[in-house]
């Protein structure tokens, strides 16, 4: 049998035709082709998630710009004014150098540093800074019943925190101490205070503040620094404290601002351990509470406080030594809970 025979034209034509026909074919059958593809289903709108949304990342300087900065000291005045002031921070940072018990100008105090409780030469936002000070002083004092000026305020401390004798108010110490944080303040408008100046307020628990709970947090968290014994930390020639001991012979005493459970628990939410800071704290405010109360229930010098708060009505919530007005017995009034005896008094201050 003889077999068709072509020629390479004949074959190329009949590729090109074929190829054409293929195309046509594809295009006809497109509508079908799509719709026997697996569509993907429409899924439901949703909120952005905290790791979806599209986030602005704030400097830390942005973040913290609407805070109290204390002055730079560039901006020290010359002469025996700068120098002053110098030496006031100077006695801040170092108070027992000077006025220590090994002090060299006067041994008045119980080895503190005015800084081991405000923090930074009392720069630190919310680190219970100076801030505020010069604004709001001289300012009359519930707990004194009278007008109280800076350099009152500073002898306050002395007698309560540092444990010690008050400065001559006309002694080149006190002038000095008063001069640094009037500088401090320079900025701030009479009559009013600061945002990060002073403490943090913490919500009250709904039950009291636990110093066994405490306890167990002060082995976890404040040991290394504060010792098991809560002694601290002293320098080699024991001139000063680098970690201040927190309850014993040479701690703050019983009249002393950070006794009062709210006033030490916003300390140590914003500034402990070391490294903690207002806006990046290492304790939940439970945990902050439960320390204080540990550290508030040990065993610390005493001071006469019978001339204190001389309209015992205005005695803070937290003040833990009566007579009260509002029934409540001292032991609630140390540890809490607090939000009942709130109640009581708001209750007490709308019947008068």
Excluded at 258 to 276: E, V
Excluded at 283 to 294: F, K, P, Q, T
Aim: glycine share 10%; hydrophobic share 35%; aromatic share 8%.
């Amino acid at each position: 049998m003889n077999q068709p025979s072509f020629n390479p034209k004949q074959i190329i034509s009949l590729l090109n035709l074929l190829i054409v026909a293929v195309l046509l074919l594809l295009m006809a059958s497109g509508g079908l082709i799509a719709s026997l593809m697996i569509k993907p289903a429409k899924l439901p709108a949703v909120a952005a998630t905290p790791s979806t949304a599209k986030k602005t990342i704030q400097p830390a300087s942005a973040k913290s710009s609407t805070l109290w900065e204390a002055p730079l000291e560039s901006s020290l005045p010359a002469g025996s004014k700068g120098e002053m002031i110098r030496y006031g921070k100077e006695l801040i940072a170092h108070t027992s150098l000077y006025l220590g018990p090994k002090g060299k100008v006067a041994q008045i105090s119980n080895g503190l540093n005015c800084q081991n409780c405000h923090l930074q030469a009392g720069t630190k936002p919310f680190g219970n800074n100076y801030g505020g000070v010069a604004s709001t002083y001289p300012q009359v004092r519930a707990r004194s019943g009278r007008e109280t000026s800076i350099a009152g305020r500073v002898n306050g401390c002395f007698e309560r925190s540092l444990n010690g004798r008050p400065l001559k108010e006309d002694s080149k110490e006190m002038q000095a101490i008063v001069a640094y944080i009037k500088w401090l303040g320079q900025d701030v408008e009479k009559g009013k205070k600061p945002e990060g100046a002073g403490l943090v307020t913490l919500a009250y628990l709904d039950e009291p503040a636990n110093p066994a709970a405490g306890k167990l947090l002060y082995e976890q968290k404040c040991v290394v620094c504060h010792m098991e014994n809560g002694a601290g930390l002293a320098n080699g020639d024991g001139t000063e404290y680098v970690y201040p001991p927190l309850w014993g012979a040479h701690s703050y005493n019983q009249g002393a601002g950070l006794y009062r459970l709210s006033k030490f628990a916003g300390y140590i939410k914003a500034n402990m351990p070391f490294g903690a800071t207002y806006d990046s704290p290492q304790l939940s405010d439970e945990e902050a509470w439960h320390i204080a109360a540990y550290v508030n229930s040990l065993p610390r010098p005493s001071k006469d406080l019978s001339k204190d708060w001389p309209d015992i009505s205005k005695k803070p919530i937290d003040h833990p030594f009566g007579p009260y007005t509002d029934g409540f017995e001292e032991e609630q009034h140390k540890y809490g809970p607090f939000k009942p005896i709130e109640e009581k008094r708001r209750g007490q201050a709308v019947s008068n």
